[in-house]
Structure formats: C-alpha cells, structure tokens
C-alpha cells in the first residue's frame, strides 16, 4: 500500500520537550487539534424574579355577594339614568329641530298666503278705483246734463250765444241759420239789427234741439247743436255711451 505525500506531511510530527512547569493536569490533557474550535463560555443563570406580595392590607374585606349585588345594581341604574338623559336630550333636539322645521314651513307658507292676499287686495283697491272714477265721472257727466237743461229751460235766450260763437267761426256774410222754431223768434228780437247788415237768413228747423243750431255758408257749416257739443264734451272725457236729452223730454 503506498502513502501519499500528504499522508506522509500528517504522520510525521516534531518532537517537542515537555514543558516542566505546567500543570500537571494541564500536561495531562490531551492538545486539541489544530482545526478544533474554541469551546463556549459557560452562560450564567438567570436570575430568579422576586416573589410578588399577595398579602392583603391590613383591614382589607373582599366584598360579600350582597356588595357585589348591589355594585351591579348601582353600575345598571347609574347606566340607565346616563342613557336616559342622553335619549332623552338626543329626543329633545330631535323633536326640536323637526317643530322648527315644520314651524318655518308653516311660517313661509303663511307668507306666501298673506303675500297673495296683498296682491289680490291691490287688485281689488284698483278696480274699487277705476269703478269710483268711473262712478264719479258717470256722475259728472249727468249733473253737467241736468245744469244745461236746467239752464236752456230757464234761459232760453243762451241760444244767442252760442249763434254768435257760431258767426265768429264762420265769419261769411248771407248765411244760413238753421234753429228749433222756439229759438227763431229769440234770434230775431235779440240779433235782428245784426242779421240784416250780414245779410244772414234765419231758417226754421224742428230737427235741432232747443239751444242749438247750424250755420252754413259757401259749402262751409258750422254744426253747433246741443247733441254735436255733447258728443264732444264727452269723448273729451273718454264717454260716449251718454246721449243729450231735449229739456222738453224731462
């Protein structure tokens, strides 16, 4: 069998002395290989945690059933009481913000009806207005009516007036005078000197009502009879519907 050169390296070792003053158990030993790892230091033992004190202070009960009964007692009624309250402050805010809710509800819609209400009573205040100023007018109109009636019938010369308003409009000479028979006799006994020197020709006409007349002269006419002077007055007035009454038919 033939060795290896490594083989031969591992058998061979150097002789050494033995140191003299070693320990002897030491020299005892046997040396550790060369590839041998250190041994571990040795791990110190823990140590023991002090004992905890369960001895009770002096004067110390443990509660008896009764106690612990009535801490269960006070603990449910102190919750019932706390739960209470809060509920009942929860239901009160509850109850408040839906009352508030409702209270503005009804509030605007109260507005809203009283602000209807306003408009409406607007509406009817102008109406009231435009019925009295009709109302009033109507009125007018009639009282004005009565007056000239009363006026025609009781002055009945007024007629000279209005034919001489009448000539001064239509200032040609040899016109024709149309007026109510009534009226003809007034007209030559307070205008005949002024009708002769215009050469003007009175003309009878049962047509036209007391205090009126119509003058015509070269295609022109002057038309100044009570019903025409009227019609005028009125439809200055916005009316028309109101029609001139002989004072005769009083």
């Known amino acids: 069998m033939s060795i290896s050169r490594h083989q031969a390296v591992g058998a061979y070792r150097r002789w050494e002395p033995t140191a003299f003053d070693a320990d002897a158990k030491d020299a005892a030993k046997p040396a550790p290989p060369e590839n041998a790892q250190p041994a571990p230091e040795p791990v110190a033992a823990p140590e023991p945690e002090p004992a905890l004190d369960t001895s009770l202070p002096e004067g110390f009960q443990l509660p008896t059933a009764d106690d612990i009964e009535r801490m269960h007692e006070e603990a449910r009624t102190s919750g019932h009481t706390e739960g209470f309250t809060e509920g009942r402050a929860a239901g009160e805010k509850d109850g408040y913000d839906a009352g508030y809710a409702e209270g503005k509800a009804q509030a605007e819609a109260e507005a809203e009806r009283l602000a209807g209400l306003a408009d409406e009573l607007d509406t009817a205040m102008g109406k009231i207005d435009e019925e009295v100023a009709d109302e009033l007018l109507a009125l007018a109109i009639e009282i004005a009516r009565q007056v000239l009636q009363h006026t025609l019938a ?11 308003a009448a000539l001064q409009q239509l200032p040609q000479s040899h016109a024709q005078i149309r ?3 009534e009226d003809l006799a007034l007209a030559r006994e307070h205008l005949g000197e002024q009708l002769s020197h215009g050469g003007h020709r009175l003309v009878e006409d049962e047509d036209i009502a007391r205090g009126g007349c119509r003058v015509e002269a070269s295609g022109a006419q002057i038309d100044a009879t009570m019903e025409t ?4 007055v009125l439809e200055s007035l916005g009316k028309d519907e109101a029609e001139w009454t002989p004072p005769e038919e009083e």
């Open 154 to 164: 009781t002055q009945p010369e007024s007629v000279i007036e209005t034919i001489r």
């Open 229 to 232: 002077r009227w019609r005028r």
């Open 179 to 181: 007026l109510n028979p």
